[in-house]
């Protein structure tokens, strides 16, 4: 028998072949006590499991919710606060939180609601959960005693969160049609003012990936890198009069990856390197190969260009830059989104992993450090830096052997003379954790 003139024992064979070279050892964990300087918060989404990806089975716990966690180094890395019950969604980019470090405010973009139903199946998790329409925010002036101050309803399935440099505007993404681009003004630290817009260039084919996606502000100016379909990148200058806002693109809308997820603004500003994930549609979700890093040098003027690209792990969704802006460290979920039952022929499902990353300063230019580090747990969505670039945070959303997990963690990683060394250290939080993001 021939299958587009390879015989079925050809391609059995090169499948094995395949499946074996996708493999990742793990990195043993050593007695090393984490250092990690600072604070972040964990948010997780506890209404499905990894597997329910690919099976639609969510295998919800009950008395297990919707969770955001603030830690703190001064108490070594323990939860200063009993958890809030936050409507969160998985199903989105790792970009659903930001910090307001003058009020000390948390945004919380809501891009699927909770499920509140008894069904333990959907069809399809991507489509089928209800929508989600509001930014949440949380005050942690005092940290003990964190509290909802605001839910505020900007759009429908909100695709991110991202604040600028004097904490006056908050700007997101939405499914909404002819709204997909959402800018907020923000009194006293509240969202006040919500405008909304389009661009010509929002896919109207493909709905799952259509749209605007995530936002980033840049460090010191109004300017936004906005991920547009998933595929394409395009700059804004945000223009504010009178309370009146308006967009001014700079320069052209680029290609930039086959499927990227997020992005980060290196410290200096002049370099926004973003995470491609290289996946396909159908048979691309386990065919497609590693992915990569791609580093774009911007210019205020219009003329940004593509400095590099490094391949590093399977699906890194979320990844992080140093804030000394030496380093980047990528979460890669490889294919552990697989269910552990009837999924034997997914490749790359048992283990994850991180890539190290150097980043050149002067140039932008990518150089990836070492082989990929692997790991246990599923679906690693993110990972951050501490403030003294030495210690990294990975969120790993559950057990992928348990059936009906209850909880997530968070693992702890030495970054030294160039090499990841995994502690023993894990801080338990609840199943689904996806999104870090230090604070200030």
Same mark, same amino acid.
């Given at each position: 028998?021939?299958?587009?003139?390879?015989?079925?024992?050809?391609?059995?064979?090169?499948?094995?072949?395949?499946?074996?070279?996708?493999? #990742?050892?793990?990195?043993?964990? $050593?007695? %090393? &006590?984490? @250092?990690?300087? *600072?604070?972040? +918060?964990?948010?997780?989404?506890?209404?499905?499991?990894?597997?329910?990806?690919?099976?639609?089975?969510?295998?919800?716990?009950?008395?297990?919710?919707?969770?955001?966690?603030?830690?703190?180094?001064?108490?070594?890395?323990?939860?200063?606060?009993?958890?809030?019950?936050?409507?969160?969604?998985?199903?989105?980019?790792?970009?659903?939180?930001?910090?307001?470090?003058?009020?000390?405010?948390?945004?919380?973009?809501?891009?699927?609601?909770?499920?509140?139903?008894?069904?333990?199946?959907?069809?399809?998790?991507?489509?089928?959960?209800?929508?989600?329409?509001?930014?949440?925010?949380?005050?942690?002036?005092?940290?003990?005693?964190?509290?909802?101050?605001?839910?505020? #309803?900007?759009?429908?399935?909100? $695709?991110? %969160? &991202?604040? @600028?440099?004097? *904490?006056?505007? +908050?700007?997101?993404?939405?499914?909404?049609?002819?709204?997909?681009?959402?800018?907020?003004?923000?009194?006293?630290?509240?969202?006040?003012?919500?405008?909304?817009?389009?661009?010509?260039?929002?896919?109207?084919?493909?709905?799952?990936?259509?749209?605007?996606?995530?936002?980033?502000?840049?460090?010191?100016?109004?300017?936004?890198?906005?991920?547009?379909?998933?595929?394409?990148?395009?700059?804004?200058?945000?223009?504010?009069?009178?309370?009146?806002?308006?967009?001014?693109?700079?320069?052209?809308?680029?290609?930039?990856?086959?499927?990227?997820?997020?992005?980060?603004?290196?410290?200096?500003?002049?370099?926004?390197?973003?995470?491609?994930?290289?996946?396909?549609?159908?048979?691309?979700?386990?065919?497609?190969?590693?992915?990569?890093?791609?580093?774009?040098?911007?210019?205020?003027?219009?003329?940004?260009?593509?400095?590099?690209?490094?391949?590093?792990?399977?699906?890194?969704?979320?990844?992080?830059?140093?804030?000394?802006?030496?380093?980047?460290?990528?979460?890669?979920?490889?294919?552990?989104?697989?269910?552990?039952?009837?999924?034997?022929?997914?490749?790359?499902?048992?283990?994850?992993?991180?890539?190290?990353?150097?980043?050149?300063?002067?140039?932008?230019?990518?150089?990836?450090?070492?082989?990929?580090?692997?790991?246990?747990?599923?679906?690693?969505?993110?990972?951050?830096?501490?403030?003294?670039?030495?210690?990294?945070?990975?969120?790993?959303?559950?057990?992928?052997?348990?059936?009906?997990?209850?909880?997530?963690?968070?693992?702890?990683?030495?970054?030294?003379?160039?090499?990841?060394?995994?502690?023993?250290?894990?801080?338990?939080?609840?199943?689904?954790?996806?999104?870090?993001?230090?604070?200030?």
């Amino acid at each position: 028998m021939k299958i587009t003139g390879i015989s079925l024992c050809t391609l059995v064979a090169l499948f094995g072949v395949w499946h074996f070279t996708q493999g #990742q050892s793990i990195a043993p964990s $050593q007695k %090393v &006590s984490p @250092n990690f300087k *600072g604070r972040f +918060l964990a948010i997780s989404d506890a209404d499905m499991i990894a597997g329910a990806y690919a099976n639609g089975e969510l295998n919800k716990v009950p008395g297990i919710e919707d969770e955001l966690v603030l830690f703190d180094d001064k108490e070594n890395t323990s939860s200063l606060t009993e958890p809030l019950h936050i409507s969160n969604s998985v199903i989105s980019w790792p970009a659903i939180l930001e910090w307001n470090p003058k009020y000390q405010f948390a945004y919380i973009a809501e891009t699927r609601a909770v499920h509140k139903g008894e069904a333990q199946k959907m069809k399809n998790v991507f489509t089928d959960f209800p929508v989600g329409k509001k930014i949440t925010v949380v005050d942690y002036s005092n940290p003990t005693t964190p509290k909802v101050v605001q839910e505020k #309803q900007i759009g429908e399935n909100i $695709q991110g %969160v &991202s604040i @600028n440099a004097s *904490g006056t505007l +908050l700007v997101s993404g939405s499914t909404e049609k002819g709204k997909e681009l959402v800018v907020m003004g923000l009194k006293d630290g509240l969202v006040q003012d919500v405008q909304s817009f389009t661009h010509e260039g929002i896919s109207a084919k493909d709905t799952g990936n259509g749209g605007i996606r995530t936002i980033e502000f840049h460090p010191t100016k109004n300017i936004i890198a906005v991920n547009l379909n998933n595929t394409d990148l395009v700059f804004f200058k945000i223009i504010e009069n009178n309370g009146t806002v308006t967009l001014s693109q700079l320069g052209d809308t680029m290609e930039v990856a086959k499927r990227w997820s997020v992005g980060n603004w290196h410290p200096s500003g002049q370099y926004f390197i973003l995470s491609d994930l290289r996946w396909g549609d159908g048979l691309g979700q386990i065919t497609h190969g590693k992915g990569k890093l791609v580093s774009i040098g911007f210019d205020e003027g219009g003329n940004h260009t593509i400095i590099d690209k490094e391949k590093v792990g399977l699906s890194p969704e979320g990844f992080d830059i140093s804030p000394d802006g030496n380093y980047a460290v990528t979460a890669n979920m490889r294919r552990t989104w697989a269910p552990k039952k009837g999924f034997w022929f997914v490749p790359a499902r048992k283990e994850s992993s991180l890539s190290l990353v150097k980043i050149n300063p002067n140039t932008g230019e990518l150089t990836k450090v070492g082989k990929d580090y692997g790991f246990e747990g599923a679906l690693p969505e993110d990972a951050v830096f501490d403030q003294d670039n030495n210690t990294i945070a990975v969120a790993v959303y559950h057990d992928r052997n348990e059936e009906f997990p209850k909880e997530g963690w968070i693992d702890f990683w030495e970054l030294e003379d160039d090499q990841l060394i995994k502690t023993e250290k894990q801080l338990k939080v609840a199943r689904g954790v996806h999104n870090l993001l230090l604070i200030k």
